[in-house]
């Protein structure tokens, strides 16, 4: 829809922060009804993800190892398309340190994690804010 296009003078935010709005504004080719349908939804999936890998990381085990890596891939791929760089390397290490059995650094790692997760979620609102179209004068 045109009317959920960005004006020329109303350009996103670009690779700045931890999300790169410019490249999720692209993928969703200037629909930013999408991209603020796909940032509330990487927005409650980061929250859920990093809460069940606590979890996960709590329960100990290598038992549970698979369903951490599967847990970080769904949020790698979710922080891939939309272009948040740092959530998504910081799940890759997890998922990675995961399938090869390296328990002992997931804690620190998913604390670098977290980290990310809260840094995309602080810059969310200004993100949206972004999207938003701003009146004529």
Same mark, same amino acid.
């Given at each position: 829809?045109?009317?959920?296009?960005?004006?020329?003078?109303?350009?996103?935010?670009?690779?700045?922060?931890?999300?790169?709005?410019?490249?999720?504004?692209?993928?969703?080719?200037?629909? /930013? /009804?999408?991209?603020?349908?796909?940032?509330?939804?990487?927005?409650?999936?980061?929250?859920?993800?990093?809460?069940?890998? /606590?979890?996960?990381?709590?329960?100990?085990?290598?038992?549970?190892?698979?369903?951490?890596?599967?847990?970080?891939?769904?949020?790698?791929?979710?922080?891939?398309?939309?272009?948040?760089?740092?959530?998504?390397?910081?799940?890759?290490?997890?998922?990675?340190?995961?399938?090869?059995?390296?328990?002992?650094?997931?804690?620190?790692?998913?604390?670098?994690?977290?980290?990310?997760?809260?840094?995309?979620?602080?810059?969310?609102?200004?993100?949206?804010?972004?999207?938003?179209?701003?009146?004529?004068?």
């Amino acid at each position: 829809m045109l009317q959920d296009r960005p004006s020329p003078d109303h350009a996103p935010p670009s690779g700045t922060g931890p999300l790169d709005c410019a490249a999720i504004c692209e993928r969703c080719m200037g629909n /930013t /009804t999408l991209v603020q349908m796909l940032l509330d939804r990487f927005e409650k999936q980061a929250i859920d993800d990093v809460a069940t890998l /606590t979890r996960l990381l709590g329960e100990g085990g290598p038992a549970v190892a698979a369903r951490i890596g599967d847990t970080a891939h769904a949020l790698k791929g979710a922080a891939g398309a939309i272009a948040v760089a740092g959530v998504h390397s910081a799940a890759a290490d997890i998922e990675r340190a995961a399938r090869c059995g390296s328990l002992d650094s997931l804690p620190a790692l998913l604390q670098a994690l977290r980290g990310e997760v809260v840094r995309c979620l602080e810059a969310l609102p200004a993100v949206r804010a972004s999207l938003q179209p701003h009146p004529e004068n």
